[in-house]
């Protein structure tokens, strides 16, 4: 079981990127979603989560109002809308997968992992 994270780049700041979260050999559905990151040197922490059914998330204070966070069941995927771009935004981005209704904020609570998708904010 793994997912796949995609969609990272290069931007200025004030910028946009969407990151993809899909599954090739599972259904998402199934699953509560997180997006973390980690900057070097730096803890891996809590972006964004969204639970099963979709209508409940949580962000992270540093970019609650920027981002977003929306689950397409049909497409089998999970993405995170990300605007306003600043360069502490720079980070690599994961997608874990947890086997409940509800997202954490904790990531050791998360079942699966993906393989991170880099994202550099910088003029």
């Known amino acids: 079981v793994q997912l796949q994270a995609s969609g990272g780049g290069l931007v200025q700041p004030g910028g946009s990127l969407r990151l993809s979260c899909t599954a090739s050999?599972?259904?998402?559905?199934?699953?509560?979603i997180g997006w973390f990151r980690q900057a070097p040197g730096k803890e891996r922490e809590f972006v964004a989560g969204?639970?099963?059914?979709?209508?409940?998330?949580a962000y992270a204070d540093s970019v609650k109002g920027r981002f977003i966070i929306s689950r397409v069941n049909a497409e089998n995927a999970v993405y995170l809308q990300m605007d306003s771009l600043k360069p502490e935004d720079t980070a690599s981005y994961y997608c874990?997968?947890?086997?409940?209704?509800?997202?954490?904020?904790?990531?050791?609570?998360?079942?699966?992992w993906g393989q991170g998708t880099k994202v550099t904010v910088s003029s």
């Open positions: 874990a997968g947890k086997k409940s209704m509800w997202y954490s904020t904790e990531r050791n609570e998360y079942d699966y």
């Open positions: 050999e599972f259904t998402l559905g199934y699953y509560a």
């Open positions: 969204i639970g099963r059914r979709g209508y409940d998330n």
